[in-house]
C-alpha cells in the first residue's frame, strides 16, 4: 500500500478505510480530488519536498494500519518500509510520467488505474 500512496496520496487510505467498513467520505472525496488535481498543468511535482513528506507520511500510516494489532515495534516498521516505498513509487511514478511516449493525460489515468487496482487488489486479499 505504500507504493499506492506514492502514486497518489489519499488514495491508499480511502481504499483501505473502505475495506475496513469504514468507508470515510472526507477521504473518499480526497481521493477523488487527488485523481483529477493530478492532471492539472499547474500541479507542483510529487517529487518536491513537501509532497514527498505528504507521500511518506500517507505510505506510513497505510502499513501501520495493515500491520494492525501486532507488537508497537512491527507496527512502526511496517510504517517505515511502507513509507519507503512510497518515496520510492513517488520517483518511478514520475520517471514513467516524464519518459512513457504517451499524452499526459493517458499517462496519467494508467497511473490512476494502477494506483486503485492495485491497492484494491492488496485490500481484498487482506480481507478474504
Do not use: H, W
Amino acid at each position: 500500500m505504500g507504493a499506492v500512496c506514492g502514486l497518489r496520496t489519499f488514495t491508499g487510505p480511502a481504499i483501505i478505510a473502505e475495506g475496513a467498513g469504514a468507508g470515510r467520505n472526507a477521504l473518499m472525496l480526497l481521493a477523488a480530488g487527488e485523481l483529477i488535481a493530478d492532471k492539472l498543468p499547474f500541479m507542483p511535482n510529487r517529487t518536491d519536498a513537501p509532497g514527498l513528506a505528504a507521500l511518506f507520511i500517507s505510505g506510513a500510516f497505510c502499513g501501520m494500519a495493515i500491520a494492525g494489532r501486532r507488537k508497537r515495534s512491527e507496527r512502526v516498521l511496517s510504517g517505515i518500509v511502507a513509507g519507503t516505498a512510497a518515496l520510492a513509487a513517488a520517483y518511478a511514478g514520475y520517471q514513467y510520467r516524464k519518459r512513457v511516449k504517451l499524452p499526459p493525460l493517458a499517462a496519467a489515468l494508467i497511473e490512476d488505474a494502477v494506483a486503485v487496482g492495485a491497492g484494491s487488489a492488496i485490500v481484498a486479499g487482506l480481507c478474504s
